[in-house]
C-alpha cells in the first residue's frame, strides 16, 4: 500500500520521463504501414524512431515489423471494475513512457534505480511498440465480464499436429513487444513487470527475431525468410490497402460488442522446427512441400519470377505443378472465396537452445491478425491439417486473444471496454 504523497511522487517521475523523451517526430501506425509491409525483412532504422501509441488501432499490428519481437502471456489479478481500470491506466502510462523514451530519471542511490539501466541513461524509442490483448480466460473467469466477450474469442484446442504443453499456452493478457533491438524488448519487459507487479504475473513468454537487410538496388523489398529457409508471408495481405484492412483484419461486426470496434483477433502459435531433419531433405522436395522456389520465392510455376508472382492454379488443377498438399496452395487457394479466410501475419523466428534430446530447439513464433478467428486462422490451419509440412513442425504453445481496440492520448487502452461495464 502506498500513500496519496508517494503515488503523487512515483507519477511525477514517471511524467517527467515522458515530457523528457527525444524531440523526434512521432510515426503514426497507419502511416508507417503505406511504407513498408508487415512480413518484408526490416531496413536499418535510426534507434531515436519513435512510433506513436495512439490511434484508431493499437501500433505494432500493421505497424511495419522491426528485427526484434516478444509475446509475453500474464496472469491477470484483478476483482472488479475499478482494479481492472486501475490496471489499464498502469500499463498506458507505461506504454506511453517506454515509447516516447528520454532521459532516466535518478534516484537517491540508498532506493532501487528508477531504470534497469539497460539501455544506459537516455532510454531510445527504438520504434518500439507494444500491443495489448485479452484472453477467453480473462473474461471467463469473472462474472462481471463475461457478458462483454469478444464474440469469437475462445481458449486455442489442439489441432492433430499440436503437441501443447500446458504451461505455455493461453493467459488472460497477452502482450507483444517489438523494436529495433533485442535490448529494446527486453527492457520494455522488464519495466512492465517491475512496475505493476501486484496485478500481472509473467506466464510464459517466447522471443524472436527477422534477419535485417539492406534495401535491393531496385527497391523492391523482400519478405524475411524463415528458420527452414524459405521467406514467410509472401502472400500477406498489403496493410496500406485501408479498405481490404477494415474488411478482413479489424472488428467491426453487428455480433461483436460495441466497444471491440477496430480491434483484432490476434492468433498465436510457437511452431518448433525440426531444422536438422529438414536440412537433410532434398532441395526439390523442400520446395514440393511449399509450393514455391526456396532462394527467390517464387511459385512454381513460374520458377524463375519472384516470391510477389501469383500462382495460377487454374491451369495446373490436377497439381502436376503445384502440388495439391504444397503448403501455400492449401493456406490460400486463390479462389473469390478464399478471401473471407484472410489473415495478418507477423512472424518472428526463435531460437531456445537445446531439447533433451540434443536437437535444436528453433522455430517460429507466429502472430496473426484477423477480423474474425473462425474465418480466419482456424478455417486456414484446418486446411493445413495433414500437410507434409508437419513432418518438420510441431506447434507446441500460444494461445488466441483480442488485440483491444486503440486508445487517444490522455486515454488508455480498453477504456472503451471498461466504459461499458
Known amino acids: 500500500m502506498t500513500d496519496g504523497k508517494t503515488d503523487l511522487g512515483r507519477r511525477g517521475l514517471l511524467l517527467g ?75 498506458g502510462e507505461r506504454i506511453e513512457v517506454l515509447t516516447k523514451g528520454g532521459p532516466v530519471p535518478e534516484l537517491d542511490p540508498k532506493l532501487p534505480p528508477f531504470d534497469s539501466g539497460l539501455l544506459g541513461p537516455v532510454i531510445s524509442p527504438d520504434a518500439l511498440t507494444i500491443t495489448l490483448s485479452l484472453g477467453a480466460s480473462f473474461f471467463d473467469s469473472r462474472d462481471w465480464l463475461a457478458a462483454h466477450k469478444p464474440a469469437k474469442l475462445q481458449r486455442m484446442t489442439s489441432f492433430p499436429n499440436d503437441a501443447l504443453v500446458a504451461e505455455d499456452c493461453h493467459g488472460d493478457l497477452g502482450v507483444q513487444i517489438c523494436a529495433n533491438s533485442s535490448d529494446s ?20 513468454k517466447v522471443e524472436g527475431s527477422v534477419p535485417v537487410l539492406p534495401a535491393a538496388a531496385d527497391g523492391k523489398a523482400e519478405n524475411a525468410r524463415n528458420f527452414l529457409g524459405f521467406r514467410d508471408g509472401s502472400a500477406n495481405p498489403d496493410p496500406a490497402d485501408h479498405a481490404m484492412m477494415d474488411r478482413m483484419l479489424w472488428v467491426s461486426a453487428p455480433d461483436e460488442p460495441a466497444w471491440a470496434k477496430n480491434g483484432s483477433y490476434q492468433a498465436v502459435r510457437v511452431i518448433r522446427n525440426f531444422v536438422e531433419r ?54 490460400n487457394d486463390r479462389t473469390a472465396a478464399h478471401q473471407e479466410n484472410l489473415i495478418l501475419r507477423r512472424p518472428f523466428n526463435y531460437s531456445l537452445g537445446v531439447t533433451k534430446s540434443g536437437q535444436l530447439d528453433q522455430g517460429l513464433l507466429f502472430i496473426a491478425y484477423q477480423a474474425d478467428l473462425e474465418a480466419g486462422f482456424i478455417t486456414v490451419q484446418n486446411r493445413l491439417n495433414g500437410e507434409p509440412l508437419e513432418e518438420y513442425i510441431k506447434p507446441v504453445g500460444g494461445g488466441y486473444f483480442f488485440a483491444l481496440p486503440g486508445f487517444e492520448a490522455g486515454s488508455f487502452p480498453a477504456s472503451q471496454l471498461i466504459a461499458s461495464l
Not at 50 to 64: K, M, R
Not at 188 to 196: F, G, P, Y
Not at 280 to 297: P, S, V, W
Open 278 to 331: 529438414w536440412d537433410r531433405t532434398a532441395l526439390g522436395e523442400q520446395e514440393r512441400i511449399f509450393g514455391r522456389m526456396k532462394m527467390n520465392g517464387a511459385p512454381m510455376d513460374n520458377p524463375h519470377g519472384s516470391e510477389s508472382d501469383v500462382p495460377d492454379y487454374a491451369k495446373d488443377p490436377e497439381g502436376k505443378v503445384t502440388r495439391l498438399t504444397a503448403h501455400i496452395r492449401l493456406a
Open 17 to 91: 520521463l515522458g515530457a523528457a523523451g527525444l524531440g523526434g517526430a512521432l510515426a503514426s501506425p497507419a502511416l508507417a504501414a503505406t511504407e513498408q509491409s508487415v512480413t518484408q525483412a526490416p531496413l536499418a532504422q535510426p534507434s531515436t524512431e519513435a512510433i506513436s501509441p495512439y490511434g484508431l488501432h493499437q501500433a505494432g499490428i500493421v505497424t511495419p515489423r522491426p528485427a526484434h519481437g516478444l509475446f509475453a502471456s500474464f496472469a491477470v489479478l484483478v476483482r472488479d471494475k475499478d482494479e481492472f481500470e486501475k490496471l489499464m491506466r498502469r500499463l
Open 185 to 204: 524488448v527486453i527492457h520494455a519487459l522488464r519495466d512492465l513487470i517491475k512496475n505493476i507487479p501486484d496485478q500481472m504475473v509473467l506466464k510464459w
